[in-house]
Protein backbone atom coordinates (compact mmCIF):
# COMPACT_ATOMS: atom_id res chain seq x y z
CA UNK A 1 0.00 0.00 0.00
CA UNK A 2 1.51 3.36 -1.16
CA UNK A 3 1.68 6.67 1.15
CA UNK A 4 2.00 10.29 0.67
CA UNK A 5 4.30 11.96 2.68
CA UNK A 6 5.01 15.90 3.04
CA UNK A 7 7.99 17.39 3.74
CA UNK A 8 7.92 18.84 6.89
CA UNK A 9 9.57 22.29 5.80
CA UNK A 10 9.22 22.73 2.32
CA UNK A 11 6.30 21.25 1.91
CA UNK A 12 7.07 18.87 -1.40
CA UNK A 13 5.35 15.51 -1.53
CA UNK A 14 6.56 12.06 -2.09
CA UNK A 15 4.68 8.98 -2.84
CA UNK A 16 6.35 6.15 -1.17
CA UNK A 17 5.25 3.27 -3.70
CA UNK A 18 6.02 0.62 -1.23
CA UNK A 19 7.97 -2.52 -1.38
CA UNK A 20 11.06 -2.63 -4.11
CA UNK A 21 9.57 -4.77 -5.79
CA UNK A 22 6.99 -2.04 -7.48
CA UNK A 23 7.57 -0.26 -10.11
CA UNK A 24 5.30 2.88 -12.11
CA UNK A 25 4.74 2.19 -15.51
CA UNK A 26 7.25 -0.30 -15.98
CA UNK A 27 4.98 -3.32 -17.35
CA UNK A 28 8.66 -4.83 -18.63
CA UNK A 29 11.85 -4.21 -18.90
CA UNK A 30 13.41 -1.80 -21.72
CA UNK A 31 15.48 -5.22 -22.83
CA UNK A 32 12.35 -7.02 -23.43
CA UNK A 33 10.09 -4.43 -25.23
CA UNK A 34 13.01 -3.66 -28.30
CA UNK A 35 10.88 -6.85 -29.72
CA UNK A 36 7.41 -5.46 -30.47
CA UNK A 37 5.84 -8.65 -30.13
CA UNK A 38 6.55 -9.04 -26.13
CA UNK A 39 5.28 -5.52 -26.16
CA UNK A 40 2.15 -4.97 -23.49
CA UNK A 41 1.29 -1.70 -25.48
CA UNK A 42 1.27 -3.69 -29.14
CA UNK A 43 -1.68 -4.98 -30.45
CA UNK A 44 -2.84 -8.61 -30.36
CA UNK A 45 -1.12 -8.25 -26.53
CA UNK A 46 -3.87 -6.66 -24.49
CA UNK A 47 -4.20 -9.41 -22.20
CA UNK A 48 -0.90 -8.03 -20.60
CA UNK A 49 -2.49 -4.97 -19.31
CA UNK A 50 -5.18 -4.49 -16.52
CA UNK A 51 -9.00 -4.00 -18.76
CA UNK A 52 -8.72 -0.92 -20.95
CA UNK A 53 -10.52 2.40 -19.24
CA UNK A 54 -10.88 3.73 -22.62
CA UNK A 55 -10.21 3.48 -26.24
CA UNK A 56 -10.57 4.93 -29.69
CA UNK A 57 -11.39 2.34 -31.85
CA UNK A 58 -14.55 0.91 -34.54
CA UNK A 59 -17.40 0.72 -33.42
CA UNK A 60 -18.01 -2.99 -34.29
CA UNK A 61 -15.02 -3.61 -32.08
CA UNK A 62 -14.61 -4.61 -28.56
CA UNK A 63 -13.08 -3.53 -25.15
CA UNK A 64 -9.43 -4.88 -25.10
CA UNK A 65 -9.85 -6.59 -28.34
CA UNK A 66 -6.80 -5.92 -30.90
CA UNK A 67 -8.44 -3.48 -33.25
CA UNK A 68 -7.74 -0.13 -31.29
CA UNK A 69 -5.94 2.98 -32.34
CA UNK A 70 -5.52 4.39 -28.40
CA UNK A 71 -6.02 2.95 -25.46
CA UNK A 72 -6.24 4.08 -21.57
CA UNK A 73 -5.65 1.09 -19.21
CA UNK A 74 -4.73 1.28 -15.58
CA UNK A 75 -0.66 0.86 -14.92
CA UNK A 76 -0.59 -2.89 -14.13
CA UNK A 77 1.03 -1.91 -10.48
CA UNK A 78 -0.21 1.34 -9.81
CA UNK A 79 1.64 3.66 -7.92
CA UNK A 80 -1.85 4.88 -6.60
CA UNK A 81 -5.27 3.11 -6.48
CA UNK A 82 -9.37 4.36 -6.51
CA UNK A 83 -9.73 1.76 -4.40
CA UNK A 84 -8.43 2.73 -0.95
CA UNK A 85 -9.76 4.83 1.77
CA UNK A 86 -8.31 8.81 1.61
CA UNK A 87 -7.21 8.46 5.73
CA UNK A 88 -5.34 11.57 6.63
CA UNK A 89 -2.53 11.71 9.49
CA UNK A 90 0.22 12.40 11.17
CA UNK A 91 3.00 11.12 13.09
CA UNK A 92 4.65 14.06 15.36
CA UNK A 93 5.41 16.56 12.98
CA UNK A 94 5.51 14.86 10.14
CA UNK A 95 2.07 14.64 7.71
CA UNK A 96 0.91 11.76 5.28
CA UNK A 97 -1.91 10.55 3.26
CA UNK A 98 -3.26 6.76 2.08
CA UNK A 99 -1.93 6.39 -1.75
CA UNK A 100 -5.30 6.98 -3.07
CA UNK A 101 -5.77 8.18 -6.39
CA UNK A 102 -5.38 6.76 -9.52
CA UNK A 103 -2.25 6.02 -12.10
CA UNK A 104 -2.96 5.28 -15.25
CA UNK A 105 -0.87 4.54 -19.25
CA UNK A 106 -2.33 6.17 -22.56
CA UNK A 107 -1.30 4.05 -25.06
CA UNK A 108 -0.77 6.78 -27.76
CA UNK A 109 -0.66 4.46 -31.32
CA UNK A 110 -0.88 0.73 -32.02
CA UNK A 111 3.09 1.53 -33.45
CA UNK A 112 5.40 0.15 -31.59
CA UNK A 113 8.46 2.77 -32.70
CA UNK A 114 6.81 5.82 -33.53
CA UNK A 115 8.01 9.80 -32.54
CA UNK A 116 5.31 12.25 -31.80
CA UNK A 117 6.48 14.28 -33.89
CA UNK A 118 6.05 11.53 -36.68
CA UNK A 119 2.46 11.10 -35.50
CA UNK A 120 -0.77 12.49 -37.89
CA UNK A 121 -2.19 15.60 -36.53
CA UNK A 122 -5.55 13.00 -35.97
CA UNK A 123 -3.28 11.30 -33.91
CA UNK A 124 -1.90 13.72 -31.81
CA UNK A 125 -5.72 15.04 -31.25
CA UNK A 126 -6.77 11.62 -30.38
CA UNK A 127 -4.30 11.63 -27.75
CA UNK A 128 -5.51 15.44 -26.31
CA UNK A 129 -9.10 14.20 -26.41
CA UNK A 130 -7.80 11.13 -24.03
CA UNK A 131 -5.93 13.61 -21.74
CA UNK A 132 -9.18 15.87 -21.63
CA UNK A 133 -11.87 12.71 -21.10
CA UNK A 134 -9.77 11.48 -18.43
CA UNK A 135 -9.38 14.19 -16.22
CA UNK A 136 -13.17 15.14 -16.76
CA UNK A 137 -14.02 11.74 -15.35
CA UNK A 138 -11.81 11.55 -12.75
CA UNK A 139 -12.85 14.93 -11.43
CA UNK A 140 -15.55 13.35 -10.56
CA UNK A 141 -13.51 11.38 -7.31
CA UNK A 142 -14.22 14.61 -4.72
CA UNK A 143 -10.85 12.84 -3.01
CA UNK A 144 -8.67 13.96 -6.58
CA UNK A 145 -7.40 17.27 -6.30
CA UNK A 146 -4.90 17.15 -9.21
CA UNK A 147 -4.77 15.56 -12.51
CA UNK A 148 -0.75 15.28 -13.38
CA UNK A 149 -0.39 14.38 -16.88
CA UNK A 150 3.38 14.01 -18.41
CA UNK A 151 5.05 12.37 -21.16
CA UNK A 152 8.94 10.54 -20.68
CA UNK A 153 10.34 9.93 -23.95
CA UNK A 154 13.49 8.14 -24.09
CA UNK A 155 15.27 6.72 -21.04
CA UNK A 156 16.89 10.22 -20.30
CA UNK A 157 13.31 11.31 -19.64
CA UNK A 158 12.57 8.45 -17.20
CA UNK A 159 10.75 6.09 -19.67
CA UNK A 160 11.51 2.55 -19.65
CA UNK A 161 9.59 1.07 -22.45
CA UNK A 162 9.73 1.96 -25.98
CA UNK A 163 5.91 2.14 -27.24
CA UNK A 164 4.71 5.67 -27.07
CA UNK A 165 2.52 6.14 -24.26
CA UNK A 166 1.72 9.04 -21.24
CA UNK A 167 1.41 8.89 -17.73
CA UNK A 168 -1.44 9.87 -15.67
CA UNK A 169 -0.89 10.27 -11.42
CA UNK A 170 -4.29 11.27 -10.09
CA UNK A 171 -3.63 12.71 -6.78
CA UNK A 172 -4.84 13.36 -3.43
CA UNK A 173 -3.08 16.55 -2.93
CA UNK A 174 -1.72 19.71 -5.28
CA UNK A 175 1.85 19.26 -6.15
CA UNK A 176 4.11 21.92 -5.15
CA UNK A 177 5.12 23.16 -8.69
CA UNK A 178 1.20 23.82 -9.15
CA UNK A 179 1.14 25.42 -6.20
CA UNK A 180 4.01 27.39 -6.40
CA UNK A 181 2.43 28.45 -9.71
CA UNK A 182 -1.08 28.97 -8.10
CA UNK A 183 1.14 30.90 -5.63
CA UNK A 184 2.58 33.21 -7.77
CA UNK A 185 -0.38 34.24 -10.79
CA UNK A 186 -2.51 34.95 -7.52
CA UNK A 187 0.00 37.07 -6.75
CA UNK A 188 0.32 39.21 -9.79
CA UNK A 189 -3.40 38.97 -9.96
CA UNK A 190 -3.72 40.53 -6.73
CA UNK A 191 -1.17 43.21 -7.71
CA UNK A 192 -2.48 44.09 -11.47
CA UNK A 193 -5.63 42.42 -11.74
CA UNK A 194 -4.53 40.20 -14.60
CA UNK A 195 -3.22 36.80 -15.85
CA UNK A 196 0.57 36.85 -15.35
CA UNK A 197 0.36 34.26 -17.87
CA UNK A 198 -2.02 36.62 -20.17
CA UNK A 199 0.65 39.10 -19.58
CA UNK A 200 3.68 36.88 -20.83
CA UNK A 201 2.03 35.99 -24.13
CA UNK A 202 1.52 39.66 -24.82
CA UNK A 203 4.85 40.51 -23.87
CA UNK A 204 6.18 37.77 -26.18
CA UNK A 205 4.14 38.03 -28.91
CA UNK A 206 5.24 42.03 -28.85
CA UNK A 207 9.06 41.35 -28.64
CA UNK A 208 9.13 38.28 -30.57
CA UNK A 209 12.60 37.27 -29.89
CA UNK A 210 11.65 33.80 -28.21
CA UNK A 211 8.84 32.81 -30.00
CA UNK A 212 8.97 29.63 -32.29
CA UNK A 213 5.73 29.70 -34.06
CA UNK A 214 2.21 30.94 -33.58
CA UNK A 215 -1.29 29.79 -34.94
CA UNK A 216 -4.66 30.94 -34.76
CA UNK A 217 -5.19 29.87 -30.77
CA UNK A 218 -1.88 28.90 -29.46
CA UNK A 219 1.92 30.55 -29.28
CA UNK A 220 4.89 28.27 -28.47
CA UNK A 221 7.83 30.32 -27.28
CA UNK A 222 11.07 29.42 -25.54
CA UNK A 223 11.07 29.98 -21.72
CA UNK A 224 12.27 33.24 -20.52
CA UNK A 225 14.57 31.40 -17.68
CA UNK A 226 15.11 28.07 -19.25
CA UNK A 227 15.88 24.82 -16.59
CA UNK A 228 17.45 23.56 -19.94
CA UNK A 229 18.46 24.60 -23.61
CA UNK A 230 15.04 24.66 -25.54
CA UNK A 231 13.15 24.35 -22.80
CA UNK A 232 9.50 25.15 -24.27
CA UNK A 233 6.35 26.58 -23.66
CA UNK A 234 2.82 26.50 -25.49
CA UNK A 235 -0.04 28.24 -24.55
CA UNK A 236 -3.62 28.77 -25.55
CA UNK A 237 -4.07 32.31 -26.42
CA UNK A 238 -7.56 32.60 -24.86
CA UNK A 239 -7.34 32.55 -21.35
CA UNK A 240 -8.38 29.52 -19.90
CA UNK A 241 -7.46 28.26 -16.18
CA UNK A 242 -8.86 24.21 -17.13
CA UNK A 243 -7.09 22.09 -19.86
CA UNK A 244 -10.57 19.75 -20.02
CA UNK A 245 -12.67 23.18 -21.54
CA UNK A 246 -9.81 23.45 -24.17
CA UNK A 247 -12.86 23.30 -27.48
CA UNK A 248 -12.94 21.00 -30.26
CA UNK A 249 -11.04 23.62 -32.30
CA UNK A 250 -8.56 24.48 -30.13
CA UNK A 251 -7.30 21.08 -29.96
CA UNK A 252 -7.07 20.77 -33.36
CA UNK A 253 -4.60 23.60 -33.43
CA UNK A 254 -2.67 22.48 -30.21
CA UNK A 255 -2.21 19.54 -32.48
CA UNK A 256 -0.91 21.36 -35.49
CA UNK A 257 1.38 23.75 -33.30
CA UNK A 258 2.76 20.89 -31.14
CA UNK A 259 3.38 18.69 -34.22
CA UNK A 260 5.29 21.64 -35.61
CA UNK A 261 6.98 22.14 -32.22
CA UNK A 262 8.55 18.92 -31.76
CA UNK A 263 9.61 18.72 -35.91
CA UNK A 264 11.42 21.13 -35.05
CA UNK A 265 13.04 20.32 -32.13
CA UNK A 266 14.06 16.78 -33.40
CA UNK A 267 15.99 18.51 -36.13
CA UNK A 268 16.76 20.87 -34.28
CA UNK A 269 18.69 18.16 -30.84
CA UNK A 270 18.91 15.24 -33.36
CA UNK A 271 15.73 13.13 -31.95
CA UNK A 272 16.12 14.24 -28.38
CA UNK A 273 14.72 12.50 -25.06
CA UNK A 274 12.16 15.10 -23.48
CA UNK A 275 9.69 15.57 -20.97
CA UNK A 276 6.33 17.59 -21.34
CA UNK A 277 3.78 18.02 -18.45
CA UNK A 278 0.31 19.37 -18.72
CA UNK A 279 -0.16 22.09 -15.84
CA UNK A 280 -3.69 22.97 -15.46
CA UNK A 281 -6.21 24.39 -12.53
CA UNK A 282 -6.25 21.99 -9.71
CA UNK A 283 -10.19 20.91 -8.91
CA UNK A 284 -11.40 23.01 -6.38
CA UNK A 285 -9.51 25.63 -6.16
CA UNK A 286 -10.98 29.30 -7.09
CA UNK A 287 -8.15 30.05 -9.81
CA UNK A 288 -10.25 30.73 -12.71
CA UNK A 289 -9.62 34.45 -12.96
CA UNK A 290 -5.57 34.13 -12.49
CA UNK A 291 -4.33 30.63 -13.95
CA UNK A 292 -3.96 29.79 -17.10
CA UNK A 293 -3.13 26.54 -18.34
CA UNK A 294 -0.06 25.52 -20.32
CA UNK A 295 2.02 22.86 -21.66
CA UNK A 296 5.92 23.15 -20.48
CA UNK A 297 8.23 20.77 -22.92
CA UNK A 298 11.79 20.26 -21.57
CA UNK A 299 14.08 18.13 -23.78
CA UNK A 300 16.98 16.33 -21.48
CA UNK A 301 20.09 17.85 -23.18
CA UNK A 302 21.96 18.29 -19.96
CA UNK A 303 21.54 15.82 -16.67
CA UNK A 304 21.02 17.63 -13.91
CA UNK A 305 23.86 18.11 -11.12
CA UNK A 306 23.88 19.00 -7.41
CA UNK A 307 23.68 22.79 -8.38
CA UNK A 308 20.23 21.88 -9.61
CA UNK A 309 18.97 19.38 -6.93
CA UNK A 310 20.18 21.07 -4.09
CA UNK A 311 19.64 24.60 -4.81
CA UNK A 312 17.07 24.87 -7.53
CA UNK A 313 19.28 27.00 -9.23
CA UNK A 314 19.88 25.72 -13.28
CA UNK A 315 22.40 26.46 -15.24
CA UNK A 316 21.69 26.54 -18.67
CA UNK A 317 24.43 27.47 -21.47
CA UNK A 318 22.17 28.28 -24.74
CA UNK A 319 19.94 31.82 -24.11
CA UNK A 320 17.05 31.06 -25.58
CA UNK A 321 16.80 33.56 -28.24
CA UNK A 322 19.30 31.82 -30.03
CA UNK A 323 17.28 28.84 -29.40
CA UNK A 324 14.33 30.32 -30.57
CA UNK A 325 16.10 31.76 -33.28
CA UNK A 326 17.43 28.50 -34.47
CA UNK A 327 14.21 26.58 -33.89
CA UNK A 328 12.44 29.36 -36.13
CA UNK A 329 15.12 29.39 -39.15
CA UNK A 330 14.68 25.36 -39.70
CA UNK B 1 29.01 37.32 -19.84
CA UNK B 2 26.54 35.50 -17.92
CA UNK B 3 23.27 36.48 -16.74
CA UNK B 4 20.41 35.16 -14.19
CA UNK B 5 17.25 35.16 -15.06
CA UNK B 6 13.85 35.11 -12.73
CA UNK B 7 10.95 33.12 -13.68
CA UNK B 8 7.93 35.69 -13.46
CA UNK B 9 6.05 33.11 -12.09
CA UNK B 10 7.45 30.70 -9.49
CA UNK B 11 10.40 33.23 -8.56
CA UNK B 12 13.10 29.90 -9.96
CA UNK B 13 16.26 31.79 -10.82
CA UNK B 14 18.15 29.93 -13.67
CA UNK B 15 21.75 31.01 -14.73
CA UNK B 16 22.30 31.48 -19.02
CA UNK B 17 25.93 30.97 -18.75
CA UNK B 18 26.07 32.63 -22.34
CA UNK B 19 27.51 30.73 -25.28
CA UNK B 20 27.23 26.53 -25.82
CA UNK B 21 30.87 26.76 -26.25
CA UNK B 22 30.98 27.51 -22.25
CA UNK B 23 31.11 24.66 -19.54
CA UNK B 24 30.77 24.72 -15.49
CA UNK B 25 32.73 22.97 -13.86
CA UNK B 26 34.77 21.00 -16.70
CA UNK B 27 37.59 21.72 -17.72
CA UNK B 28 38.36 18.37 -19.91
CA UNK B 29 36.02 15.58 -20.65
CA UNK B 30 35.78 12.79 -18.97
CA UNK B 31 37.03 10.67 -21.83
CA UNK B 32 40.23 12.62 -21.61
CA UNK B 33 40.57 11.96 -17.87
CA UNK B 34 40.51 8.68 -17.61
CA UNK B 35 44.32 8.85 -17.88
CA UNK B 36 45.59 10.76 -14.76
CA UNK B 37 48.68 12.35 -16.56
CA UNK B 38 45.83 14.79 -18.53
CA UNK B 39 43.48 15.56 -15.52
CA UNK B 40 43.76 19.51 -14.83
CA UNK B 41 43.37 18.62 -10.97
CA UNK B 42 46.48 15.94 -10.51
CA UNK B 43 49.60 17.23 -9.26
CA UNK B 44 51.80 18.48 -12.03
CA UNK B 45 49.19 19.86 -13.52
CA UNK B 46 48.65 23.21 -12.06
CA UNK B 47 49.30 25.16 -15.06
CA UNK B 48 46.30 23.85 -16.41
CA UNK B 49 44.02 25.38 -13.79
CA UNK B 50 43.66 28.98 -13.01
CA UNK B 51 45.95 30.25 -10.09
CA UNK B 52 44.81 28.90 -6.79
CA UNK B 53 42.66 30.72 -4.54
CA UNK B 54 43.55 28.75 -1.12
CA UNK B 55 45.37 25.09 -0.76
CA UNK B 56 46.37 22.85 2.03
CA UNK B 57 50.27 22.57 1.10
CA UNK B 58 53.69 21.71 3.68
CA UNK B 59 54.91 25.46 4.71
CA UNK B 60 57.93 25.14 2.31
CA UNK B 61 55.77 24.37 -0.93
CA UNK B 62 54.11 27.85 -2.98
CA UNK B 63 51.53 28.33 -4.53
CA UNK B 64 50.70 26.26 -7.62
CA UNK B 65 53.50 24.21 -7.15
CA UNK B 66 52.92 20.38 -7.32
CA UNK B 67 52.82 19.57 -2.93
CA UNK B 68 49.09 19.72 -2.14
CA UNK B 69 46.77 18.08 -0.09
CA UNK B 70 43.65 20.25 -1.36
CA UNK B 71 43.53 23.20 -3.35
CA UNK B 72 40.72 25.79 -4.24
CA UNK B 73 40.99 27.02 -7.79
CA UNK B 74 38.08 28.99 -9.71
CA UNK B 75 37.17 27.60 -12.44
CA UNK B 76 38.11 27.92 -15.63
CA UNK B 77 35.16 28.80 -17.61
CA UNK B 78 33.17 30.60 -14.79
CA UNK B 79 29.69 30.53 -14.74
CA UNK B 80 29.65 33.86 -12.63
CA UNK B 81 33.02 36.29 -11.79
CA UNK B 82 33.65 38.56 -8.95
CA UNK B 83 34.89 40.91 -11.48
CA UNK B 84 31.20 41.82 -13.12
CA UNK B 85 29.48 44.99 -11.56
CA UNK B 86 25.88 43.68 -10.17
CA UNK B 87 23.06 44.73 -12.45
CA UNK B 88 19.75 44.34 -11.62
CA UNK B 89 17.67 45.29 -14.75
CA UNK B 90 14.10 44.27 -15.90
CA UNK B 91 12.47 43.39 -19.19
CA UNK B 92 8.76 44.48 -18.79
CA UNK B 93 7.74 41.19 -16.70
CA UNK B 94 11.01 39.86 -16.54
CA UNK B 95 13.96 40.38 -14.14
CA UNK B 96 17.26 39.96 -14.77
CA UNK B 97 20.78 39.92 -12.59
CA UNK B 98 24.31 40.34 -14.37
CA UNK B 99 26.20 37.21 -13.53
CA UNK B 100 28.22 38.25 -10.65
CA UNK B 101 29.44 35.44 -7.99
CA UNK B 102 32.03 33.27 -7.95
CA UNK B 103 32.03 30.03 -9.22
CA UNK B 104 35.30 27.77 -7.50
CA UNK B 105 36.72 23.88 -7.77
CA UNK B 106 37.77 22.52 -4.22
CA UNK B 107 40.03 19.60 -5.34
CA UNK B 108 39.59 17.48 -2.56
CA UNK B 109 43.05 15.35 -2.81
CA UNK B 110 45.89 14.86 -4.66
CA UNK B 111 44.74 11.30 -5.66
CA UNK B 112 43.01 10.83 -9.18
CA UNK B 113 40.62 7.95 -8.39
CA UNK B 114 39.73 7.87 -4.99
CA UNK B 115 35.75 7.67 -3.22
CA UNK B 116 35.17 9.75 -0.51
CA UNK B 117 34.29 6.65 2.06
CA UNK B 118 37.63 6.06 1.30
CA UNK B 119 39.39 8.97 2.59
CA UNK B 120 41.38 9.27 5.82
CA UNK B 121 39.50 11.18 8.17
CA UNK B 122 41.94 13.86 8.43
CA UNK B 123 41.33 14.24 4.78
CA UNK B 124 37.46 15.00 4.94
CA UNK B 125 38.16 17.18 7.87
CA UNK B 126 40.48 19.73 5.71
CA UNK B 127 37.40 19.45 2.79
CA UNK B 128 34.68 20.87 5.48
CA UNK B 129 37.41 23.20 6.47
CA UNK B 130 37.56 24.66 3.21
CA UNK B 131 34.07 24.78 2.61
CA UNK B 132 34.19 27.08 5.72
CA UNK B 133 36.96 28.92 4.62
CA UNK B 134 35.95 29.77 1.41
CA UNK B 135 32.33 30.83 2.39
CA UNK B 136 33.94 33.28 5.45
CA UNK B 137 35.91 34.90 2.87
CA UNK B 138 32.93 35.40 0.07
CA UNK B 139 30.74 36.75 2.60
CA UNK B 140 32.84 39.67 2.45
CA UNK B 141 31.57 40.53 -0.85
CA UNK B 142 28.58 42.40 0.21
CA UNK B 143 26.72 41.49 -3.70
CA UNK B 144 26.67 37.90 -2.57
CA UNK B 145 23.63 36.48 -0.97
CA UNK B 146 24.50 32.65 -0.92
CA UNK B 147 27.10 29.95 -1.09
CA UNK B 148 26.37 26.89 -2.22
CA UNK B 149 28.47 24.03 -1.95
CA UNK B 150 27.56 21.02 -3.70
CA UNK B 151 29.36 17.42 -5.12
CA UNK B 152 28.96 15.84 -7.62
CA UNK B 153 29.89 11.83 -7.74
CA UNK B 154 29.91 9.94 -11.11
CA UNK B 155 28.32 10.89 -14.42
CA UNK B 156 24.96 9.97 -13.10
CA UNK B 157 25.23 12.93 -10.94
CA UNK B 158 26.58 15.50 -13.46
CA UNK B 159 29.74 14.73 -12.20
CA UNK B 160 32.35 15.22 -15.77
CA UNK B 161 36.17 14.66 -14.25
CA UNK B 162 36.88 11.62 -12.47
CA UNK B 163 39.05 13.80 -9.88
CA UNK B 164 37.61 14.02 -6.44
CA UNK B 165 36.15 17.72 -6.45
CA UNK B 166 33.49 19.74 -4.89
CA UNK B 167 31.71 23.04 -6.47
CA UNK B 168 31.47 26.37 -5.04
CA UNK B 169 28.57 28.68 -6.73
CA UNK B 170 28.34 31.93 -5.07
CA UNK B 171 25.06 33.60 -5.74
CA UNK B 172 23.39 37.24 -6.32
CA UNK B 173 20.34 35.71 -5.24
CA UNK B 174 18.81 33.51 -2.83
CA UNK B 175 18.29 30.27 -4.38
CA UNK B 176 14.62 28.86 -4.01
CA UNK B 177 15.23 25.71 -2.21
CA UNK B 178 16.88 27.80 0.60
CA UNK B 179 14.33 30.52 0.25
CA UNK B 180 11.61 27.39 0.65
CA UNK B 181 13.33 25.87 3.45
CA UNK B 182 14.03 29.58 5.23
CA UNK B 183 9.53 30.26 4.63
CA UNK B 184 9.17 26.57 5.98
CA UNK B 185 11.22 26.95 8.84
CA UNK B 186 9.69 30.75 9.77
CA UNK B 187 6.33 29.64 9.83
CA UNK B 188 6.82 27.07 11.94
CA UNK B 189 8.93 28.95 14.39
CA UNK B 190 6.21 31.69 13.99
CA UNK B 191 3.96 29.27 15.14
CA UNK B 192 5.88 27.03 17.86
CA UNK B 193 8.39 29.41 18.93
CA UNK B 194 11.24 26.37 17.96
CA UNK B 195 13.21 25.08 15.08
CA UNK B 196 11.75 22.87 13.21
CA UNK B 197 15.53 21.12 12.34
CA UNK B 198 15.43 20.94 16.16
CA UNK B 199 12.11 19.37 16.45
CA UNK B 200 12.60 16.96 13.43
CA UNK B 201 16.06 15.76 15.15
CA UNK B 202 14.27 15.28 18.52
CA UNK B 203 11.20 12.78 17.18
CA UNK B 204 13.53 11.01 14.88
CA UNK B 205 16.17 10.29 17.42
CA UNK B 206 12.81 9.62 19.94
CA UNK B 207 11.76 7.24 16.76
CA UNK B 208 14.71 5.50 16.15
CA UNK B 209 13.43 4.33 13.43
CA UNK B 210 14.69 6.23 10.24
CA UNK B 211 18.36 6.90 12.15
CA UNK B 212 21.41 5.54 11.03
CA UNK B 213 23.92 6.86 12.89
CA UNK B 214 24.16 9.56 16.11
CA UNK B 215 27.72 10.80 17.19
CA UNK B 216 28.39 13.05 19.82
CA UNK B 217 27.62 16.20 17.89
CA UNK B 218 25.65 14.68 14.45
CA UNK B 219 22.92 12.73 13.80
CA UNK B 220 22.36 10.80 10.52
CA UNK B 221 18.84 9.22 9.12
CA UNK B 222 17.25 8.89 6.17
CA UNK B 223 14.74 11.86 5.62
CA UNK B 224 10.60 11.03 6.36
CA UNK B 225 9.90 11.89 2.50
CA UNK B 226 12.79 11.33 0.95
CA UNK B 227 13.01 12.05 -3.05
CA UNK B 228 14.61 8.90 -4.12
CA UNK B 229 15.55 5.71 -1.98
CA UNK B 230 18.37 6.12 0.98
CA UNK B 231 18.14 10.03 0.76
CA UNK B 232 20.02 10.75 3.97
CA UNK B 233 20.20 13.81 5.78
CA UNK B 234 23.16 15.10 8.03
CA UNK B 235 22.66 17.10 11.05
CA UNK B 236 24.17 19.25 13.87
CA UNK B 237 22.18 18.84 17.34
CA UNK B 238 23.88 22.14 18.21
CA UNK B 239 21.05 24.29 16.81
CA UNK B 240 23.29 26.66 13.93
CA UNK B 241 21.49 28.53 11.24
CA UNK B 242 25.51 28.77 9.74
CA UNK B 243 27.39 26.76 8.51
CA UNK B 244 30.67 28.47 8.62
CA UNK B 245 30.11 28.82 12.91
CA UNK B 246 30.87 24.86 13.11
CA UNK B 247 33.80 24.64 15.59
CA UNK B 248 36.91 22.37 15.45
CA UNK B 249 35.56 19.55 17.58
CA UNK B 250 32.41 19.67 15.19
CA UNK B 251 34.12 19.23 12.19
CA UNK B 252 35.99 16.27 13.40
CA UNK B 253 32.85 15.21 14.21
CA UNK B 254 31.03 15.80 10.85
CA UNK B 255 34.20 14.04 8.99
CA UNK B 256 33.74 10.59 11.05
CA UNK B 257 29.81 10.40 10.67
CA UNK B 258 30.28 11.40 6.98
CA UNK B 259 33.06 8.75 6.51
CA UNK B 260 30.25 6.02 8.22
CA UNK B 261 27.43 7.33 5.82
CA UNK B 262 29.34 6.84 3.11
CA UNK B 263 30.66 3.42 3.69
CA UNK B 264 27.61 2.18 4.27
CA UNK B 265 25.56 3.67 1.51
CA UNK B 266 28.72 2.51 -0.74
CA UNK B 267 27.88 -0.99 0.66
CA UNK B 268 24.15 -0.91 0.78
CA UNK B 269 24.37 0.50 -3.14
CA UNK B 270 26.90 -0.75 -4.47
CA UNK B 271 29.23 2.53 -4.72
CA UNK B 272 26.67 4.97 -6.56
CA UNK B 273 26.66 7.68 -8.03
CA UNK B 274 25.36 10.65 -5.65
CA UNK B 275 25.34 14.06 -5.01
CA UNK B 276 25.46 16.28 -1.56
CA UNK B 277 24.76 20.05 -0.83
CA UNK B 278 25.30 21.85 2.47
CA UNK B 279 22.39 24.31 2.91
CA UNK B 280 23.61 27.23 5.07
CA UNK B 281 21.55 30.34 6.35
CA UNK B 282 21.86 33.14 3.58
CA UNK B 283 24.46 36.12 4.27
CA UNK B 284 22.47 39.05 5.57
CA UNK B 285 18.70 37.36 6.27
CA UNK B 286 17.77 37.55 9.79
CA UNK B 287 17.21 33.18 10.28
CA UNK B 288 19.44 33.02 13.23
CA UNK B 289 16.60 32.09 15.60
CA UNK B 290 14.75 29.55 13.24
CA UNK B 291 17.43 28.04 10.14
CA UNK B 292 19.49 25.34 10.95
CA UNK B 293 22.35 24.13 8.45
CA UNK B 294 22.40 20.56 7.74
CA UNK B 295 23.96 18.45 4.63
CA UNK B 296 21.54 16.52 2.19
CA UNK B 297 22.35 13.33 0.32
CA UNK B 298 20.93 12.21 -2.50
CA UNK B 299 22.13 8.96 -4.01
CA UNK B 300 21.35 8.78 -7.52
CA UNK B 301 19.53 5.37 -8.05
CA UNK B 302 16.43 6.67 -10.06
CA UNK B 303 16.20 8.73 -12.83
CA UNK B 304 13.53 11.68 -12.46
CA UNK B 305 10.76 11.69 -15.12
CA UNK B 306 7.91 14.04 -15.97
CA UNK B 307 6.70 13.06 -12.47
CA UNK B 308 9.25 14.61 -10.32
CA UNK B 309 10.58 17.29 -13.03
CA UNK B 310 6.86 18.16 -13.73
CA UNK B 311 4.62 18.46 -10.79
CA UNK B 312 7.59 18.44 -8.00
CA UNK B 313 5.88 14.85 -6.79
CA UNK B 314 8.39 12.50 -6.68
CA UNK B 315 7.98 8.37 -6.73
CA UNK B 316 10.19 6.64 -4.33
CA UNK B 317 10.06 2.91 -3.86
CA UNK B 318 11.76 2.41 -1.04
CA UNK B 319 10.23 3.31 2.44
CA UNK B 320 12.81 5.21 4.34
CA UNK B 321 12.15 3.27 7.59
CA UNK B 322 13.55 -0.20 5.60
CA UNK B 323 16.48 1.64 4.03
CA UNK B 324 17.74 2.80 7.23
CA UNK B 325 17.35 -0.65 8.96
CA UNK B 326 19.01 -1.87 5.63
CA UNK B 327 22.01 1.07 6.49
CA UNK B 328 22.26 0.35 10.62
CA UNK B 329 22.69 -3.28 10.09
CA UNK B 330 25.69 -3.32 7.81
Known amino acids: MSELRKDPVVERWVIISGGSQQCHEIPVKTAETKDHELCPFCPGNEHLCPPEIL?????????????????????RVPVLVVEEELIKSGEGLYDKISGIGANEVIIETNRHT????????????????????????????????????????????????????????????????????????????EYKSRCVYCDIIRQEIQHKERIIIETRHFVAFQAFAPRQPFETWI????????????EPGEIRDLAKIFKDVFSRLDAALNFPDYNYVIHTAPFGVACREFYHWHLEILPRVSRPSGCEWGSGVYINSTPPEEAAQYLRDL
Open 55 to 75: ANRPPDSHPDDARWNLRVVPN
Open 114 to 189: LRQSEMEIKELETIFWAYRDRMIDLENDRRIRYVHIYRNQGCQAGSTIDHPYSVLMALPIIPQTLQEELDGARRHF
Open 235 to 246: LPKRHSAMFPEV
